[in-house]
DNA sequence: CCAGAGCATATACCGGGTATACATGTCCTA
DNA sequence: TAGGACATGTATACCCGGTATATGCTCTGG
């Protein structure tokens, strides 16, 4: 529902159409989530059906403008005051991968750890490049307004999300390596990290 | 598309039909992300349609039974051996909230900050409670085989990562409130971050 | 005997996300 | 100046992930 709120959330600043959407979304969050135009149309419609916003009219240009509404403004309000993530985490697939490959016979579970963090390095490489471009592109000092509205201050924090969970991927995976290196020496689960084959029939039921 | 790859490998091991394949999953994934038992026959049936998979009758008990074909096997190969994540990392929801929450005026930036830094502790605690359980509940030294293939190391794990996770996201949110003092102390940026309301009309044309 | 619970399969439905169609206007260039 | 490339702008078709629900079946307890 992130795009339904961000969107929610822009037209509440101001009434805008759906191109001026996504180039105000796409401001704030950079490359890092493309937004695909169709969503933003299909999602206009959705936030009208629902009485969160509702298109008025053309302005000169012809663009269908669209208005955010009063339960539209109490929506965003409970979307920013209420925390975000404590009931279902939406699905790792890292995660799940991982805990595939532990399980089921004829993974190399070491191979695919290390593949996985040159990966992760080789983007957290990228993201500090993105970073520096940023900080170089940024206006040194704008002093009283520099009319980007703190775009550029939030792609910053976006960029360093992605830093902060990139980081904590790999601290993940040299822990699942130590920890799969002591199952393997103590006497705990020795099986698996390794091909072995004849697993035993063992069904739900 | 991790549901889809996880039932391939889980056929890979062995075939299963649909019931005994989120059961399958859910053992290795815990209650983290609850497998819904529709998504379990869709993915089935569009395995079956791209030729990874196929319904081979019935067993004893009336069950229908599937079966990995050598497409899948290939398939489930390239999945283990392809790294995950360089292209285009999921939306992050909190992310771009406080993406949103930096650059539209009115909202209070410390209070989500501090708000969801509350919540991602609770979680945390939750999760090593769930540790402890998880711990409790392992078979102390199972000597050859408990019989689990290793499903309680894969659920451990997997919370392991949510661990991970959620402690990357709190020093996320602290660096945020230090970098926004420092920008509310500095020149730069010194809107937003405090409701202020006239917002200039900046629109993307 | 039957009410409820777990097992098992199947389908309807919605939202997220991508690709694409289509139309307009602008700008560059051969 | 005609035409091609390209950005703007709206709309729709389509697939996949995910949830809820319908429908049987078997087993068990009161």
Same mark, same amino acid.
């Given at each position: 529902?992130?795009?339904?709120?961000?969107?929610?959330?822009?037209?509440?600043q101001q009434?805008?159409?759906g191109?001026?959407?996504?180039a105000?979304?796409?401001q704030?969050t950079?490359?890092?989530?493309p937004?695909?135009v169709?969503?933003?149309?299909?999602?206009?419609?959705?936030?009208?059906?629902?009485?969160?916003?509702?298109?008025d009219g053309? @302005?000169?240009?012809?663009?269908?403008?669209y208005?955010?509404?009063?339960?539209g403004r109490?929506?965003?309000a409970?979307?920013?005051t209420?925390?975000v993530?404590?009931t279902?985490?939406?699905r790792?697939e890292l995660a799940i991968k991982?805990?595939?490959?532990?399980?089921v016979?004829?993974v190399?579970?070491?191979?695919?750890?290390?593949?996985?963090?040159?990966?992760t390095?080789?983007?957290?490489q990228?993201?500090?490049?993105l970073?520096?471009?940023?900080?170089?592109g940024?206006?040194? @000092?704008?002093?009283? @307004?520099?009319?980007?509205?703190?775009? @550029?201050?939030a792609?910053?924090?976006?960029?360093d999300?992605l830093?902060?969970?990139?980081?904590a991927e790999?601290?993940?995976?040299d822990h699942?390596?130590s920890r799969?290196?002591?199952?393997?020496a103590g006497?705990?689960?020795?099986?698996n990290?390794?091909?072995?084959?004849?697993?035993?029939?063992?069904?739900?039921?």
């Amino acid at each position: 529902m992130s795009v339904k709120h961000a969107l929610l959330a822009l037209l509440e600043q101001q009434p805008m159409y759906g191109y001026q959407l996504r180039a105000e979304f796409e401001q704030r969050t950079g490359t890092t989530w493309p937004l695909n135009v169709g969503q933003v149309y299909t999602t206009l419609t959705r936030l009208e059906r629902d009485g969160l916003a509702f298109a008025d009219g053309e @302005d000169g240009e012809g663009h269908v403008i669209y208005r955010i509404t009063d339960a539209g403004r109490d929506e965003v309000a409970t979307w920013f005051t209420t925390p975000v993530g404590r009931t279902q985490p939406p699905r790792d697939e890292l995660a799940i991968k991982l805990a595939l490959a532990v399980t089921v016979p004829g993974v190399d579970v070491g191979t695919v750890i290390q593949q996985q963090r040159s990966a992760t390095m080789a983007a957290l490489q990228d993201y500090t490049r993105l970073k520096r471009q940023a900080a170089a592109g940024a206006v040194p @000092d704008a002093g009283a @307004d520099d009319g980007s509205g703190g775009a @550029d201050l939030a792609w910053s924090l976006v960029l360093d999300s992605l830093v902060f969970a990139a980081e904590a991927e790999i601290r993940w995976l040299d822990h699942c390596e130590s920890r799969l290196r002591r199952a393997a020496a103590g006497g705990v689960g020795r099986r698996n990290a390794r091909l072995d084959e004849e697993a035993p029939a063992r069904g739900a039921r």
